[in-house]
């Protein structure tokens, strides 16, 4: 059983930056996929920014958080960050990182349901 630890999270006020780190207990590069999804309060989880790998690395980030956040991954870590500044009040939720075997996740990257491995989350709230 894969397990995937979020840190990182807190309380921030609009504006500011925050970095969420995602630990993995095996080898992420044995993922197809991995990926940040959120859920703000009250509304269903969405999709923020996903790494997939065909053949070399490419990413793919929610329009909502386009020019703000940046996914990455440290291979000899494994582990995942997400770099997010200019923080707004609407980025207020929990973070959840995820990973996909699935081949079909590289067409799909920010399609929730097509991971099947996923943390227990962090806080983030960010004050206007």
């Known amino acids: 059983q894969v397990q995937l630890v979020e840190s990182g999270g807190g309380s921030v006020q609009a504006g500011g930056s925050l970095r969420l780190s995602c630990a993995a207990s095996?080898?992420?590069?044995?993922?197809?996929?991995m990926g940040w999804f959120r859920q703000p309060p009250g509304k269903p989880r969405e999709a923020v920014a996903a790494?997939?790998?065909?053949?070399?690395?490419?990413?793919v980030n929610s329009d909502s958080v386009k020019g703000r956040f940046t996914i990455s991954q440290d291979n000899a870590n494994n582990t995942l960050y997400l770099q997010m500044d200019s923080l707004k009040p609407e980025d207020t939720g929990t973070y959840y990182c995820?990973?996909?075997?699935?081949?079909?996740?590289?067409?799909?990257?920010?399609?929730?349901?097509?991971?099947?491995?996923w943390g227990q989350g962090t806080q983030v709230t960010v004050s206007s």
């Open positions: 995820a990973a996909a075997d699935e081949v079909r996740c590289t067409a799909a990257a920010l399609a929730p349901y097509l991971y099947t491995n």
């Open positions: 095996t080898y992420i590069v044995k993922f197809r996929c």
């Open positions: 790494v997939y790998n065909v053949g070399t690395l490419a990413h």
